[in-house]
């Protein structure tokens, strides 16, 4: 069975990382609640600039700031697609959306959607 991914990687200021954690668990609470198999979000402690391309040179990375990659896993597109929806007009979470009480820059962010093509699980 695969499995459908929302992936999203943010640029976030370490001195608004504690606002992040905190804006990045409502979200993650708020997708699994409504049917979102997994939510998981990290941030980065060794992403490298590369020659051509990279995760810091594409969010334009700034002194200051560390990289947060989130990916949501669901059943398949259209359950993504339902839970996306009901997330977005959920009253609660509007106070996030507004650009200005966002801690990180959301026009440096970036995301896509992502059927899976090879899962491979091992034993924990």
């Known amino acids: 069975m695969s499995h459908?991914?929302?992936v999203i990687v943010i640029p976030v200021p370490r001195a608004n990382l504690d606002t992040y954690k905190r804006m990045s668990a409502e979200w993650g609470n708020a997708h699994v609640s409504r049917?979102?198999?997994?939510?998981?979000d990290?941030?980065?402690d060794d992403a490298q600039p590369g020659k051509v391309t990279s995760f810091p040179q594409a969010v334009q990375l700034k002194d200051g700031e560390?990289?947060?990659?989130?990916?949501v896993v669901y059943r398949n597109k259209s359950d993504r697609d339902r839970i996306s929806k009901?997330?977005?007009e959920d009253p609660e979470l509007k106070h996030s959306?507004?650009?200005s009480k966002m801690p990180f820059d959301g026009k440096r962010m970036f995301w896509g959607g992502f059927e899976s093509i090879t899962e491979v699980a091992g034993g924990r």
Do not use: K
């Open 42 to 44: 990290s941030i980065s």
């Open 66 to 71: 560390v990289i947060a990659v989130a990916w």
């Open 4 to 6: 459908y991914y929302d």
């Open 86 to 88: 009901a997330v977005m």
């Open 35 to 40: 049917g979102a198999l997994y939510y998981s």
């Open 97 to 99: 959306m507004d650009p």
